[in-house]
């Protein structure tokens, strides 16, 4: 049977590193499954720093909430409070949440990786859904890396931006570019391959208190 725990209780256990997915039925939901062949369509990392509370590291198209970086409210790479992003996503953007938790220890190094990947990465655009597609197949596409040439993006897409901060974090390879990850490379269903022995737990589903 599938665990399920409320958003209050989600939100205390969270911490950096843990992934936040949400699948959605509108017409835009189901295009990004289709064009990235994956069971959900969006991604997001949790912050969870000394004494902020809990973020939302994750790109998207809208701009319903400020930014906690910048205190805009922006379209594309955005930081957000964590409750609230579930919530819009949940409840306005008709969104189911699962949270996966990050086995594995977060020290002070990876957690300045995350605020220098932060710094440098919120604001990017986010891309069309043709661009998203065709930088997904190029992602595809075997070839080595040269450099940091990925963490300069004109747009970035959820998964790349999660990738990316796993990259920074020493969690994952740099054998692949960050496109060639979707939403769905952190879903259980698929076989991520985390560095340092670390792990991600099974989904655990979240009860949205009504709107």
């Not at 597609?133 to 070839?143: E, Y």
Request: charged residues 25%; negative net charge; aromatic residues 6%.
């Amino acid at each position: 049977m599938e665990t399920r725990i409320d958003l209050d209780t989600a939100v205390d256990l969270t911490r950096t590193g843990d992934v936040w997915v949400f699948r959605g039925d509108s017409p835009g939901d189901r295009a990004i499954r289709l064009t990235t062949n994956s069971p959900v369509n969006h991604v997001g990392m949790a912050v969870v720093i000394e004494d902020l509370p809990p973020l939302m590291w994750h790109a998207e198209l809208g701009r319903s909430l400020p930014d906690m970086w910048t205190g805009q409210h922006q379209r594309g790479v955005q930081l957000h409070d964590l409750r609230d992003a579930v919530l819009t996503w949940s409840n306005r953007y008709g969104q189911r949440a699962w949270l996966r938790q990050l086995d594995h220890e977060v020290d002070r190094e990876m957690e300045d990786a995350v605020l220098k990947t932060i710094a440098r990465l919120d604001g990017t655009p986010f891309p069309s859904t043709a661009r998203l597609a065709g930088r997904w197949l190029r992602g595809r596409v075997p070839q080595l890396r040269r450099g940091n040439r990925d963490l300069e993006l004109e747009t970035a897409y959820c998964a790349e931006v999660v990738a990316i901060t796993y990259e920074e974090m020493g969690l994952l390879s740099s054998k692949h570019r960050p496109s060639h990850y979707d939403p769905g490379s952190f879903w259980s269903g698929d076989d991520l391959p985390l560095a340092k022995g670390a792990s991600l737990g099974d989904e655990i589903a979240i009860t949205i208190p009504p709107a």
